[in-house]
């Protein structure tokens, strides 16, 4: 796993910033308040611009809760599929990608 991403909160939001080798924003993640059924937790944005969501999930075990991550841009091939982890100890959170395996 890569982290692609460090963030804090701060009024409920996820403020931070998205590296890779192609992507290099500022980019904040805005609580959805009225969440339609099956939609986003979080909406991502980087510059004025929408560059993805998030669904809260838990891991397979059932016990580390985590956001799962799609971003997506026209610059893309295709979606850009990551999982955001929140620190307990300090509040702050982090962004990580995993090559999918190919089946």
Known sequence: MATIGTFSQKDGK??????????????????VTEKAEGGPDYRIFAGGAEL????????????????????????FEKPLRAAFFEKEEDGSGVLVWNRQKLN
């Open 14 to 31: 996820w403020t931070g910033t998205i590296r890779t080798m192609t992507i290099n924003v500022k980019a904040q993640m805005v609580p």
């Open 52 to 75: 993805g969501a998030a669904w809260r999930e838990e891991s397979k075990d059932g016990e580390t809760p985590y956001l799962a991550v799609k971003l997506d841009d026209p610059g």
